[in-house]
């Protein structure tokens, strides 16, 4: 029934990339006691004050220069973002919001929320998967038609 | 300055695996939210390959009582499942479905230098202010 696209399915390269996100989850976790929740460390950046700001400018700035670092001994990773500039704004803006309502994305509940078991993370996991799964479809086969 | 580095390294690493898994390029991402096209299902290993690490890391934390740099650990105790969360996550899947944007690769794309992920990034922060905005007011004061 459902129609898997083999040509675009990466397993090695989606398991070991997985495995380098749960190895630098487990990096903040294990040295600096801290969850390596994206929207949080982002976020908190607007309001966070002291002691606690450094080490949340590293980490952005870790993923600021992952991709300057990456092309120094890979090519160019495929970066391909076909959402205009409306959808782009409208996307962030709901990201942005919805991120910090829900208290975490994709790395701080997904990754390490179910890492740890948590019910919450849990439920605002499958919350965030459904919502993606269901604006796809409206509109890639709803509205787009293809 | 131990602490910041430990937080580069961790950032570093975080954003290699985005680019090594496929996370980082939103077409790959709508690729896999696309259940009724065709589908990529790629994603759901990398959330299970960062799983599978993250769940031996947890339990390693759990059997300690101070980090590797003698820090405590600040792990979220909240549990409630109320509006917020889900309202919010709602929203966060709605954005992450109209762009293929997630936080995390939104920075590792902004790093590559894309124009449009500048843009994301912008609209996002935007709306994380809206966000302490609203909290304000609703505060009492």
């Known amino acids: 029934m459902m129609d898997i696209a083999w040509a675009q399915f990466t397993p090695w390269t989606a398991l070991a990339g997985g495995a380098l996100i749960g190895a630098a989850a487990a990096i903040l976790l294990l040295f600096n006691g801290r969850i390596a929740g994206i929207s949080g460390i982002l976020g908190s950046l607007l309001t966070t004050r002291g002691s606690d700001l450094p080490w949340r400018i590293a980490f952005i700035s870790g993923l600021l220069l992952a991709p300057l670092l990456w092309l120094l001994a890979a090519e160019r990773p495929a970066i391909e973002i076909n959402a205009g500039y409306p959808a782009l704004i409208s996307a962030g803006l709901l990201v942005g919001i919805g991120t910090r309502y829900g208290s975490g994305c994709t790395s701080g509940h997904g990754v390490c929320g179910l890492s740890r078991f948590s019910m919450r993370s849990l439920v605002a996991t499958l919350s965030f998967m459904g919502a993606g799964f269901v604006t796809v479809y409206i509109i890639r086969?709803?509205?787009?038609g293809a | 300055m131990a602490y910041s580095i430990a937080s580069?390294?961790?950032?570093?690493?975080?954003?290699?695996?985005?680019?090594l898994s496929g996370m980082a390029n939103p077409e790959k991402v709508l690729g896999f939210l696309d259940l009724a096209g065709q589908w990529d299902p790629s994603l759901a290993l990398v959330m299970a390959g960062a799983i599978v690490i993250g769940v031996f890391a947890f339990q390693w934390a759990g059997k300690r009582p101070m980090t590797f740099f003698g820090r405590e650990f600040s792990i979220p105790n909240k549990t409630s499942i109320d509006k917020r969360l889900v309202?919010?996550?709602?929203?966060?899947?709605?954005?992450w479905g109209i762009a293929g944007f997630c936080p995390g690769p939104a920075m590792v794309?902004?790093?590559?230098?894309?124009q449009k992920a500048f843009v994301f990034v912008l609209a996002m922060v935007a709306g994380m202010m809206i966000f302490e905005v609203a909290e304000k007011l609703r505060a009492p004061a």
């Open chain 2, 87 to 95: 309202v919010g996550s709602l929203m966060f899947g709605a954005g």
């Open chain 1, 141 to 144: 086969h709803l509205i787009g």
């Open chain 2, 8 to 19: 580069l390294i961790a950032g570093l690493v975080f954003g290699f695996g985005l680019i």
């Open chain 2, 109 to 114: 794309a902004l790093g590559a230098g894309e």
